[in-house]
């Protein structure tokens, strides 16, 4: 508990570089702060620079809370008046909780005087986080004051340049904080929405829940090289708040090198692709399309591929296409492999920008920046086949083989040749899990195994090999059986672009091994006979359990109960009762019964026995001499 009278009232500094401001002092102050906007005047007081606290007191409280906001990369300073009420010298020791918090570690208070104890906050990042000054001594105990930190944008922020080869986007983040109590809704401009697009469920309206931060991305995709034309505003408006300004600014880059494309087929057979290309600028351009068998960075070596090669371009007026601003082209590369190895190509397509009335005007205002536009720029996909000699109908992905009853999990590695990012795939460098889709379908229509029902997959990886392009899937798949079979399947992979691979499995479910067997003899048909058991679970806290008859069991056999808990390892356990009430004779009374735990399954032969049956085992058996006594007699 604080000392008697310790916290009367609270003050704050703001502090710049180089410089120290009047103390504001209030005794309460309304936590409804605006942001990243400065608030209104009139808003609960007056607002002291750029820096605000909000306090609310309680004198009886060991805890004060208080709110603190401040915009990055500048200083607040907050005075926690700390009172001695006693007739000697008190030391008290402090503690502060929080990166951006710095204050003195102790402070001694005269006999019956007050000193004021500064803290600090200072920002470095946007966002919401909390911190505490803890105030510590022997002869009065502990007290202490939790902080919530909003760490806020300015009104006008301005965002580093981006950088980006042309053809492509790159992500910025834009911070947003709201330390209120309540939504707030922006309306949303964007002055140059032809290089800057916002990702957002509403094109023009954000909405920001109370206490909360968020980071709001904003995509840039150049549309010519250099700075000129890649410049934009994103302003957010609130009817309750100052509007705030985020300034963008970037730089498209030549074209690099693309992805490996990789494409796989049958020796003497052939498979093709199409590769989506798209004229960034804001000018009409000719192609030129070739597939060079050397790297076409370096001109002494460049060698065109001849028709009757390996890879191909069936793409009429591939030297002179015409494409207009922004508009797409889809250029078929054909793969026709003839021999055994690995076969690398580059295909290359050159853009030259088509000089208008317009671009003649510019050469003589900016003929620099003009010319540098009109320059042929090259785009290099490297193409990687790779020939197969067997069909992929000849070696399954995986054969799983399982009990019933059991589960059996697996990951496995699919490759998959002759991906070709989409439109909007085609501008992100890296492969995301995101960008495919795994399903599982049965190898005929006529096949009713149920494989959705026992087995599913999901993927857990996606990666690049950065030499011949090929994508691989890690995939994990888990199969559950509930019935002996076996069957086989395909499994499905397509990529957001459409593209689509089949790889063929095949599925085993064997009968499931026994733990142990129980007999439960009766002595007459329609009397019901039971016979019970223990089970604990196999650590030391209980967990629940299921027991039940596995599909082809007599239903002269009933469980009880077939749910509840087993106790932890080392007590008793829980008693299972199975109860055999014969209902006719000459029959096998047979059924396998699971108790199934979180971690871990028990399967029991479970056999009746009745006196009939000995009786009729020990006629047959009779029966069976007699006969064979007189083939012997007979030869």
Known sequence: MPPSGSVSSMSHREEAQGTAQDTLDWRCFLAGLGTPWAPPGGAGGRVWGEGILGISIESAAPTTWSWMKQQTMSTIAIEIPVSNPGEELLTLDVCLEGSDLTGADRISLPPQGTLNYKVTYSPVRVGKGTGSVVFQSKPVGEFWYQLDLYSLPPSVITLPQAHCHLGKWVRMNIPLVNPTAETLELIVANTNPRNY????????????????????????????????????????????????????????????????????????????IVVPFINPTDCQAVLSITITV??????????????????????????????????????????????????????????????????????????????????????IYPLCGVPVEAPFENSPLAVLQCEVGRQLERTVDVKLTGYVPGNEELKVQEVLMEDFLCKIRSDSEADTSGLGECLSTSIQAARRDPESGIIMLTLHLTYSPHRICRSSGILVVQSLSGKIWEF??????????????????????????????????????????????????????????????????????????????????????RARLAVQAADLQWIYDVRGKTPQDSLLLHKSSTKDSFLASLQRTST
């Open 504 to 589: 063929p499995f095949i599925l085993i479910s064997t009968r499931p091994q026994v733990d142990d067997v129980i007999w439960i003899e009766t002595t007459e048909l329609g009397r019901t006979s039971a016979v019970g058991f223990r089970l604990t679970s196999t650590t030391r806290r209980s967990k629940s359990f299921k027991a039940t008859f596995l599909p082809g069991s007599s239903t002269e056999f009933t469980v009880t109960p077939t749910s509840g808990m087993l106790p932890p390892a080392g007590t008793a356990g829980a008693r299972i009762s199975v109860s055999f009430t014969p209902t006719a004779s000459c029959k096998r009374h």
């Open 197 to 272: 697009s916002l990702e957002m469920d509403s094109a023009d309206t954000l909405m920001l829940p109370p206490q909360s931060f968020t980071n709001v991305v904003v995509r840039f995709s150049p549309s010519s090289i250099g700075e000129e034309k890649h410049h934009g505003k994103i302003l957010f408006a609130c009817s309750k708040l100052q509007d705030c300004c985020v300034l963008l600014s970037g730089c498209g880059l030549r074209p690099e090198i693309e992805e490996p494309l990789c494409l796989s087929c049958l020796i003497g057979s052939s498979t093709s």
């Open 294 to 379: 050397e790297d076409p960075s370096d001109a002494s070596n460049w060698k065109p591929v001849s028709d009757e090669k390996t890879f191909s371009c069936p793409l009429s007026h591939a030297e002179a296409l015409q494409i207009s601003e922004k508009a797409t082209v889809d250029v078929p590369v054909v793969f026709t492999p003839k021999s055994v190895g690995l076969q690398k190509a580059w295909l290359c397509i050159t853009m030259k920008p088509i000089s208008n009335q317009d671009y003649s005007t510019a050469l003589n205002t900016d003929s620099t920046r003009s010319r540098e536009d009109l320059l042929p720029m090259s785009w």
